[in-house]
């Protein structure tokens, strides 16, 4: 069983600046892809970004965070983030991570956080 808790959520303005991050419990963090997931309200649920178990050399971005939001991870904090930058109002939603089954790929997920609000005015 994988516990995630994400933080660092809340409100900025348009253009500014936010960095999440998702502390996960347990010893096999390392051997799990992450990633990042949105849902705004009364929208579906949304991919924002994946990276790769291990060293994470492979990342992947929906096409709205491209240049903008960057993941990472570091296995020895057992934390995964997301920088975000230039923040849009469309950006608005809560943010959820997600982590793989043991040695899992990108793409199907087993374990979810509880989520955090990151609201951008307009």
């Known amino acids: 069983q994988v516990q995630l808790v994400e933080s660092g959520g809340g409100l900025v303005q348009a253009g500014g600046s936010l960095s999440l991050s998702c502390a996960a419990s347990g010893r096999t963090f390392s051997s799990r892809a992450m990633a990042w997931f949105r849902q705004a309200p009364g929208k579906e649920r949304e991919f924002v970004a994946s990276?790769?178990?291990?060293?994470?050399?492979?990342?992947d971005y929906a096409d709205f965070g491209k240049g903008r939001f960057t993941i990472s991870r570091d296995n020895a904090k057992n934390t995964v983030y997301l920088q975000m930058n230039n923040l849009k109002p469309e950006d608005t939603a809560v943010y959820y991570c997600?982590?793989?089954?043991?040695?899992?790929?990108?793409?199907?997920?087993?374990?979810w956080g509880q989520g955090t609000q990151v609201t951008v005015p307009s």
């Open positions: 997600a982590a793989t089954r043991y040695e899992g790929s990108p793409g199907v997920y087993r374990y």
């Open positions: 990276i790769v178990a291990g060293s994470g050399s492979t990342t």
